[in-house]
Structure formats: C-alpha cells, structure tokens
C-alpha cells in the first residue's frame, strides 16, 4: 500500500493494518533479523528505569515499577536471581505513587510469601484493596476471594459480594472500552 492511508475509510485502516504486519517482517527478514528489532538486554534497561525512578518525575512512576519488575524476575541481577525484598521495595514506591499494577503485586507478594518477604494476609488485602481503589479488576476479585473464604482475614460475604460486583464493572466497562472504536465518524 503506497501513500497516506484515508483513517476514515474502515476497509483502507483494515487492508493498512494486515500489510502492516507483512512489510515489517519481510523488512526483517531483507536486514537478515528474522526476529525483528534489538536484542533484549535487561541491564541496560534495568539501569534505565532505576535512572528514572531515583529521578523522580511523571515517568518515575513506572519507571519503579519496571524495577520491581526485574528485581522480581531477577532479568535486571548480575547473578541473574530473584530479589523479592528488592522488588518489594521498588513496587511500594510506584504503589503509593497511585500505580495500580505495583498495588497488585505487592498483594501477590504477601499473598504468597517469598524469599525476604513473609506471607502477611493483612498486609495482602490492604494492598488488593488499595489496587481494587485504582481499578485493578484482578485485585478487586483477590480481595472479594479473600472474604469470601476468610483467608485472613473475618470472613464477610457482604464486602465479598461488593468486591466482586466492583471487579465485574471494571471488567464490564473495560470491554466497552474496547469496542468503542468506530470509524468514519
């Protein structure tokens, strides 16, 4: 497909997204790179996001929890293992930035325990919780879980039941979300 693509015509945007895929592997494959792009290198990264993270600012945020990330994993290490103390610390900061995903998981985290960090129900449903407040679907239904079976905490069917209904809207507004692209209009 040759020259400007008309956004306004669905069949044009269709045929532009499908050739889209095909000339950038047949590029790859011309620059003899059949896997496409650069080689992942996670200690360059690592040291990227920590940069930006200690930098503070509006990327910080994410910045942090890519951090946590590869501390989790271990793929930003020397000795390439799993530093959860580490990762704990990185997702806590990126949490009480408002970060949704590091809520998550350091309610993972204290879910299950892990090397440096405990199992901590308390400690897990305060940070589902916390990530349920920011619209994580998957927090809201850990925290529901959580009451409804009483793990950890006192069981109660009444915060179960608004938990899971909070988790089923986000979900429900989600996929509208999703639908919502039209064209032409």
Known sequence: MAGLVNFEDEEEVKEYLENLGVEFSFQCYKEKDPDGGLPADFKTAYSCFLKSCKKGGKKSTEACHNVGLLEHDGRGNDDEKSNASLARDYYSKACDSGFAPSCFNLSAMYLQGAPGVPKDMSRALE???KACDLRHIWAC?????????????????????????RAMSLHKEQQGDARSLTFGE
């Open 141 to 165: 239904a850990n925290a529901s879980r959580m009451y409804k079976l009483g793990d950890g905490v006192e069981k109660n069917d009444a915060k179960a039941e608004a938990l899971k209904n």
């Open 127 to 129: 940070y589902s919780l």
